[in-house]
Every structure is written in structure tokens, then in C-alpha cells.
């Protein structure tokens, strides 16, 4: 019983310490952490990132954020655009087509913010979910999102340890330029071993397995989902209900995605390319 009391405890005591980080990082972008929180919950938005990174991180090692990138769907960028101008004061710098360190097919527009020294990017995805550029990421250290009620980190074990494996996509589809480059880059000098070879990064079952439940996530052919047991999802607030309903927009569609690339196994090397889907 002492046990269970404790556990509770310290549940609650990690809990309300990542709640406070979390609203410290808003924070610094925004005067009403609720009003913001109201607006990803309602409109199924996303923050990521290195924002979402440095939550993701223990806070002796976090990176600073020097500004806020806020993923949402078509049909909700003029309201999130408008919260951020109207509430905030924030004003329209830019607004761009892409995201040239990403190149990510599945953004279709950028508005740049600013406020003083403080930026906002507001990342417009024509995919029905807002998680679909951040699976096209130069890298695994960077697919992390914050939601409105959690922290979601794609591959946990190669962030906790400051390794990142290089998105294959990047130079198999001729998407690597300087600028990629020089983001690779950032990481390395932050701290982080990044590896196009997965081995490289720590063992894994492999493609080879035929028995898929045995598979591990951190193979790149392995197909992954948002929901699977390979992601690590920390709930920091309670989700809207009416009745036995939740009310909460984001949890209405559910990705999958496969890095895939060269085969991991020795023989077959030809390179096979990525796909994600909405699976719900």
C-alpha cells in the first residue's frame, strides 16, 4: 500500500514538474498560456521543433529555443494566425511556401511572426493531420510534438541518449542541400551523434524478422504509428469530456510512417523510399 502511495506520488510530483516547463515554455511566447492551450486543443494543432525538444530533454541539458514553430492543418491557419495577431500582437513578417531547412513536401505554407525579439512560425500542412511535416524531419531528433494535454517523443531511446538518425528520404529524394546540411550540423554541435546507419546508433531487430510484433521500432523499415508501443507520450493535463465523450480535436487522425532506406541486413542494399498515411 506504501508502495502504491508512493508511486502516486511521484507520478504526480514528474507530472506537475513537466506542466510547469511546459507552461515556462509558452511563456516566453505568449502573456495567456491557457488562451494558447485552448487553441491547440480546439484546433488539433501542434508545437515542435526544438521547443518540443528542449521538453523532451532533462532541463540541465535542454537546447535554448529561439523562437516557436506551430503546426496546424489548412482549414485552422487563419485562426491560429489571427490568435497569435489579435491577442498576442504579434505581426506578419512573411509569408513563404516552404521551410527551405526541411523542404517537406507536406507543408504548403509558412507565416512568419514576430513580436520584438520573439518568432513564431505558423506551419500549414494540406494533410488532414498536423503531424505530417514533422515526419518528413531531416532527423528522429526533432519528431517530438506538444499537444494540449501531452509531450510526445517519436523515438525516445535515441533522443534520452543525444542520438539522432538521419530522415533517408532527405538524400535519396536529392533533398540534401547546405542548408540541410548545416542543420545536421546545429545538432552535432549541441551535443547529438547523428548516423544515417541505424546500427551505428545501437542494435535493433531488423527487417529480416518475419514475425513483424518482434520488430523493433528503431528499424527504419519497421512501420510506425503515433500510437504504437515504441512512442513515449506523457499526458501533463486532463482532456476535455462531455460525459464520456472527449471533446479534444487532435485525437481524430492517426499516422503511420516507415523511414525505410537501405536494408539494415547484409545483401539486399537497394534503397526503397518512405511513405506516411493517415491510418484513422
Known amino acids: 500500500m506504501l ?5 502516486i506520488k511521484n507520478q504526480e510530483g514528474i507530472t506537475e514538474y513537466i506542466a510547469k516547463r511546459h507552461a515556462g515554455l509558452f511563456r516566453a511566447y505568449v502573456h ?3 488562451a494558447l492551450i485552448k487553441v491547440l486543443d480546439c484546433t488539433g494543432s501542434l508545437v515542435s521543433g526544438s521547443s518540443a525538444l528542449s521538453l523532451v530533454q532533462a532541463e540541465a541539458q535542454a537546447i535554448m529555443t529561439q523562437d516557436m514553430d506551430f503546426y496546424v492543418t489548412e482549414p485552422f491557419e487563419a485562426e491560429v494566425a489571427r490568435h497569435f495577431k489579435d491577442k498576442e500582437g504579434y505581426v506578419s513578417k512573411q509569408d513563404v511556401k516552404k521551410k527551405p531547412e526541411y523542404d517537406s513536401s507536406a507543408i ?10 520573439k518568432k513564431i512560425d505558423v506551419i500549414t500542412t494540406h494533410w488532414t493531420c498536423a503531424i505530417a511535416p514533422i515526419l518528413q524531419f531531416h532527423s528522429t531528433a526533432v519528431m517530438n510534438y506538444i499537444t494540449a494535454q501531452s509531450i510526445v517523443c517519436l523515438y525516445p531511446r535515441w533522443t534520452a541518449a543525444s542520438m539522432s538518425f538521419v530522415n533517408l528520404q532527405m538524400y535519396l529524394n536529392a533533398k540534401t542541400n547546405l542548408c540541410m546540411v548545416e542543420v545536421l550540423m546545429k545538432y552535432i554541435r549541441r551535443g547529438f551523434k547523428i548516423s544515417a546507419d541505424s546500427f551505428r546508433l545501437g542494435d535493433h531487430d531488423c527487417e529480416e524478422n518475419k514475425e513483424d510484433s518482434k520488430q523493433s521500432g528503431y528499424c527504419p523499415h519497421k512501420i510506425r504509428s503515433m500510437v504504437d508501443n515504441e ?21 481524430m487522425r492517426v499516422m503511420a510512417w516507415c523511414l525505410r532506406g537501405f536494408e539494415c541486413a547484409d545483401g539486399n542494399k537497394e534503397a526503397t523510399i518512405s511513405y506516411m498515411l493517415v491510418m484513422a
Open 231 to 251: 512512442v513515449l507520450k506523457w499526458d501533463f493535463r486532463p482532456m476535455q469530456t462531455l460525459g464520456d465523450t472527449s471533446i479534444t480535436c487532435q485525437d
Open 32 to 34: 495567456d498560456v491557457d
Open 108 to 117: 504548403s505554407k509558412i507565416i512568419k511572426l514576430a513580436k520584438g525579439d
Open 3 to 7: 508502495f502504491a502511495q508512493t508511486r
